[in-house]
């Protein structure tokens, strides 16, 4: 089965978006149709393009490619299907011609190429309409900047920092070399607080707008994550930001059944930061169709992201039976998988926090991008590596295991409690783009995937995946390499 490709724009091309907005998901003209030279005249064509900077989640990154740079590449799942590209990427076989990367590079950046947009021509509309909405957009549209950012620099390092559209071909506006990670967490940081400024906690038109949009909860959780992932860390910064999150006006709260997230009746609920609306018309979703066993979608070829053997083993061996049967579904398949059984029928466990795919790209199903119980737990790892009291990092850690119908956690000493917190984030957050992230921020990814013993009944061998340090960064496109002779190769790819 072929993915669909998406056009392969360098990022000079994205950069030169400048007056485009993908289709829109309220009923305004996007700016595509209008001429670049009355195009930000009126109250309703700052909207239309910022509606454009949120159809960028549309794109194949967030869709489940950030699934991909995050859960397949670690130890949750493996690549499945039959995708050289996300095969190479499972195995740590990063190469700078890796289409996956490219596409994911250039995603971003037109994804903050129309955010500079509104950044840089919203403050000259001088209609009286906009005068209330006006610093709000400009937040909006700071918060979408610096979650890209947040992408690309947890994918790639230190990467071009453009924070203005970019209007002329030329190297010289082009040619942008690499700025450091600390710079580009710099950026994140401020863009971040210049968006709490002017974002509300809630939208009036209740949880649909309040989780589709960028609010302050979403800006306090991007900052406590941006803190904690920097290489420079702050963890008094962190706890900080977890602490404004968890006692929003908003009320963010932990749904009292896990399995409700993902059940297709609950979204936009108490404990969603930020969502991606999928509503499986105007807007739908093909992930699931990707991921889903053949009782779900209908077709019978193999699918991608599967759960690993590990992961399963790290459910079972913390009696995690609840979250286990949410994140995944066992199923006889009728395909070879050499991982759960080397024959066709044998019984294996699909990724289930997708669940309904009634057409190729007509599902509702959800990516949260931003939820209440990654924050908690963030808050227990900054408590922890605070060097506060046992006592005090328990019980954030046992709301969350507590809502799993988990026992309190028995770790009794700082580096106990580490080790529990990143499980418990494992158990919590599969299939929700964040473990790669997580084993890097906790310096153990490398540990970790050599450590594996995950097996190829093919040959009956353990895959060995030969992390070395150089794996934490993906290579640069070698596309973007050969157009722009500013930037430089991520060490270890040379």
């Given at each position: 089965m072929k993915l669909k490709k998406l056009a392969p724009y360098t990022l000079a091309a994205a950069l030169l978006l400048s007056t485009q907005a993908c289709k829109d998901f309220v009923e305004l003209t996007p700016i595509s149709t209008i001429t670049a030279g009355n195009a930000y005249n009126t109250a309703s064509d700052a909207e239309a393009a910022?509606?454009?900077?949120?159809?960028?989640?549309?794109?194949?990154?967030?869709?489940?490619?950030?699934?991909?740079?995050?859960?397949?590449?670690?130890?949750?799942?493996?690549?499945?299907?039959?995708?050289?590209?996300?095969?190479?990427?499972?195995?740590?076989?990063?190469?700078?011609?890796?289409?996956?990367?490219?596409?994911?590079?250039?995603?971003?950046?037109?994804?903050?190429?129309?955010?500079?947009?509104v950044l840089e021509k919203v403050p000259g509309i001088q209609d009286p309409n906009l005068a209330a909405r006006k610093e709000q957009i400009l937040g909006e549209a700071a918060f979408l900047r610096a979650y890209h950012y947040y992408q690309l620099v947890n994918l790639f390092g230190g990467v071009p920092l453009i924070t203005a559209p970019v209007s002329s071909t030329q190297p010289s506006a082009t040619n942008v070399a690499r700025s450091t990670e600390e710079q580009v967490y710099d950026q994140i940081v401020k863009d971040l607080l210049f968006a709490l400024e002017r974002l509300p906690d809630t939208y009036p038109g209740g949880s649909a707008e309040s989780k589709a949009r960028a609010t302050k909860g979403a800006a306090n959780a991007m900052l406590a994550k941006a803190f904690a992932q920097r290489p420079n860390k702050d963890y008094s910064e962190v706890l900080k930001y977890c602490n404004a999150v968890i006692s929003s006006p908003a009320g963010y709260d932990l749904l009292e059944n896990y399995d409700e997230l993902w059940d297709g009746a609950h979204y936009n609920n108490i404990e969603s930061i930020m969502e991606i609306q999928f509503d499986g018309n105007t807007?739908?979703?093909?992930?699931?169709?990707?991921?889903?066993?053949?009782?779900?979608?209908?077709?019978?070829?193999?699918?991608?992201?599967?759960?690993?053997?590990?992961?399963?083993?790290?459910?079972?061996?913390?009696?995690?039976?609840?979250?286990?049967?949410?994140?995944?579904?066992?199923?006889?398949?009728?395909?070879?998988?050499?991982?759960?059984?080397?024959?066709?029928?044998?019984?294996?466990?699909?990724?289930?926090?997708?669940?309904?795919?009634?057409?190729?790209?007509?599902?509702?199903?959800?990516?949260?991008?931003?939820?209440?119980?990654?924050?908690?737990?963030?808050?227990?790892?900054?408590?922890?590596?605070?060097?506060?009291?046992?006592?005090?990092?328990?019980?954030?850690?046992?709301?969350?295991?507590?809502?799993?119908?988990?026992?309190?956690?028995?770790?009794?000493?700082?580096?106990?409690?580490?080790?529990?917190?990143l499980n418990e984030r494992r158990l919590e957050l599969a299939q929700e783009a964040q473990r790669w992230a997580d084993l890097k921020r906790y310096g153990v990814a490398v540990q970790v995937m050599n450590n594996l013993n995950e097996i190829d009944l093919r040959t009956n061998t353990k895959t060995e995946y030969n992390a070395v340090p150089t794996d934490l960064l993906f290579p640069i496109p070698q596309q973007e390499l050969n157009r722009n002779k500013n930037l430089t190769q991520n060490q270890g790819y040379n």
């Open positions: 910022l509606i454009g900077c949120y159809d960028s989640f549309s794109q194949e990154y967030y869709i489940w490619d950030n699934v991909i740079a995050n859960d397949v590449v670690s130890d949750n799942y493996y690549a499945g299907g039959d995708n050289a590209d996300a095969i190479a990427m499972d195995r740590l076989n990063f190469s700078p011609t890796n289409g996956r990367l490219f596409a994911n590079w250039t995603q971003l950046y037109n994804a903050i190429a129309k955010a500079n947009l807007e739908g979703n093909y992930g699931p169709s990707l991921l889903l066993p053949p009782s779900k979608v209908g077709h019978t070829w193999r699918k991608f992201v599967v759960p690993s053997k590990d992961l399963i083993n790290a459910f079972d061996a913390a009696g995690d039976v609840e979250r286990k049967n949410a994140t995944v579904l066992f199923e006889s398949a009728p395909w070879v998988d050499e991982y759960w059984g080397n024959k066709v029928g044998s019984v294996i466990p699909f990724a289930y926090k997708w669940r309904s795919a009634p057409s190729w790209a007509g599902s509702s199903n959800r990516q949260y991008l931003i939820r209440l119980a990654d924050i908690i737990l963030l808050k227990a790892e900054a408590l922890n590596e605070l060097d506060r009291p046992i006592s005090e990092v328990k019980p954030v850690l046992d709301e969350v295991r507590s809502r799993a119908g988990l026992a309190g956690t028995t770790a009794s000493n700082k580096t106990e409690m580490r080790a529990a917190i």
